[in-house]
């Protein structure tokens, strides 16, 4: 049998619709539960609704103030934007939208609120999902799935302040990008702080019970957060179908078929500046902490395979399942600006202690929103048997940079470099989900080599020795060249873009 056929994420014509579900009623409450008893679904809203109902408040009437009044300093501003954004999601008796989910028969978790084959998001324990994903014919993981935790708020409160006061022992000198609320909303929003600063505001936050959301006290969203919390990664992503992203930066760091230059850098930032091995090495594992309000707009991962582990306060994880190609043109124009139709972000809310897992090459387009004071752990991490649809999201990407808030990895060209390799040099191709036969593996060889060229001729520029000019594809995304590059293209010279006069 033929390889599978590689995902063509750039044709949308071609792509099938997705499977039509069961409608949504408003409120976001299933039409047809499973049963009426208490599932999961239920569950969750019992625990956390009001949660969310006070935030919805809060920031109604932190709107209502700013348009209310003719020359309000946040008019326009990006906090505007995001509350006026963040209120279409919130319409319906149960704030807006939530995913419906799904449990394995007889789950530990209980019982889902859909049937496990339609459900927006699986619910699993970690012996489950394990189970699951080392099955001999494992299904494909194409959806988001959380492993819920059993941490309590306390622990989860004790857990930011550990990562403050770590923050505060390494880099304390150093300074940190924060959203930035208050800029105008065409900015790109970004502010850089001292890291004392944002230690402070958020120890005094901490301490305040019953704090609410004001125009004059915007809440603080840490970017980039290198990770200092030395947690463990989920037991899951220790099986050996999972280590591929380690696996090819090994190869790449010990001297692969391009050797990444080396540079270190010292800010408590992931990236400082933006060199080669910064983009992919350095999101392996991160943290995450955002007050209360925060709010990012919708984007994918560059990576495609993304873990966070909720280790304090909530988050609700909003998501569009199964986009169609209407709205996936309309946000590959639009990107983080785009609103989705009434009732399409559908709320995946995390507590603490609970894990959520984004599958490598499984589109997951997320505007998380902090319910919470809330820290995390994370990662990105690649899957042997998802390589076609990981590429593919890579090649989207690298053609439309708005669909991820991060730009396409400078290090990418090595790591595919060594993923081409990596594939030719594994025998077992059984291993990467294609069938027994010799044909198999050297057409699915050869496929990877297409999708790569593919990516290669989407992110290379053609500037030559004399330097990159006005309209090179590196110097526009701010990226620096690579030995993909035609001035490059021996892998020797200069990674810089240096634009000609
Ligand atoms: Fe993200
Ligand atoms: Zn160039
Ligand atoms: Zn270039």
């Known amino acids: 049998m033929a390889p599978k056929r590689l995902e063509s994420d750039i044709d949308t014509t071609t792509r099938p619709r997705p499977p039509k579900r069961a409608r949504i009623a408003q409120g976001g409450l299933p039409e047809e539960p499973v049963s009426s008893g208490a599932n999961v679904l239920s569950q969750l809203w019992d625990r956390t609704l009001s949660k969310l109902e006070k935030l919805r408040d809060e920031l109604a009437a932190c709107y209502n103030e700013i348009s209310d009044s003719p020359k309000h300093k946040l008019d326009d501003s990006r906090w505007h934007k995001l509350l006026y ?25 209980g019982e889902g609120s859909e ?6 998001v699986w619910y699993m324990s970690m012996e489950e999902l ?11 993981l194409d959806r988001p799935i959380v492993v819920p935790g059993q941490m309590s708020e306390k622990k989860g409160l004790r857990n930011i302040r550990l990562w403050l006061e770590k923050l505060h022992d390494r880099h304390a000198n150093s300074s940190i990008d924060t959203q930035n609320y208050a800029g105008k909303s065409t900015s790109t929003g970004t502010k850089r702080i001292p890291t004392t600063k944002l230690h402070q505001s958020i120890e005094t936050a901490l301490g305040q019970q019953d704090r609410t959301i004001t125009n004059e006290r915007l809440p603080l969203n840490g970017l980039n957060l290198r990770d200092i919390l030395d947690e463990s990664i989920p037991e899951v992503l220790k099986l050996h179908r999972f280590g591929l992203l380690s696996s090819l930066l090994a190869r790449g760091e010990s001297g692969g078929i391009l050797d990444m230059p080396a540079y270190t850098d010292s800010s408590a930032g992931k990236h400082r500046l933006r060199k080669p091995q910064d983009d992919v090495t350095n999101c392996r594992t991160f943290n995450l902490f955002a007050q209360r ?3 990012s707009g919708p984007h994918t991962d560059v990576l495609g395979g993304t873990w966070v582990h909720n280790l304090g306060g909530y988050k609700a994880w909003y998501y569009v399942p199964n986009p169609t190609d209407e709205e996936l043109q309309e946000y590959q124009r639009d990107g983080a600006s785009w609103s989705p139709a009434e009732g399409r972000q559908k709320c995946i809310m995390l507590c603490p202690g609970d894990y959520l897992f984004m599958m490598p090459g499984c589109r997951v387009i997320h505007s998380p929103l902090t319910v919470e004071d809330c820290l995390m752990t994370g990662g990105m991490f690649w899957d042997d048997r998802a390589i076609p649809a990981i590429l593919g999201h890579l090649a989207w990407v690298a053609q439309y940079p708005y669909v991820s808030n991060e730009p396409f990895p400078s290090e990418m060209p090595y790591v595919l470099e060594t ?5 030719k040099d594994t025998k077992d191709k059984q291993r990467f989900g294609v069938e027994p036969g010799l044909k198999a593996g050297k057409d699915f060889e050869k496929e990877v080599d297409r999708f790569v060229e593919r990516i290669k001729e989407l992110v290379k520029c053609k500037c030559g020795t004399g330097g990159c000019k006005k309209g090179c594809p590196c110097l526009e995304a701010g990226r620096a060249c690579s030995p993909w590059c035609v001035s490059h293209a021996k892998g020797s010279g200069s990674m810089e873009c240096r634009e000609t006069k």
Do not use: Q
């Open 85 to 109: 954004e963040v209120d279409g999601i919130f319409n319906g008796e149960r704030c807006g939208a939530w995913s419906s989910i799904g449990t394995l028969p007889r789950s530990s978790c």
């Open 115 to 120: 049937p496990f084959g339609v459900a927006d």
């Open 130 to 140: 394990e189970g699951f994903c080392n099955a001999a014919n494992p299904r494909p």
């Open 293 to 295: 309000g925060s709010w």
């Open 419 to 423: 993923l081409k390799r990596f594939v």
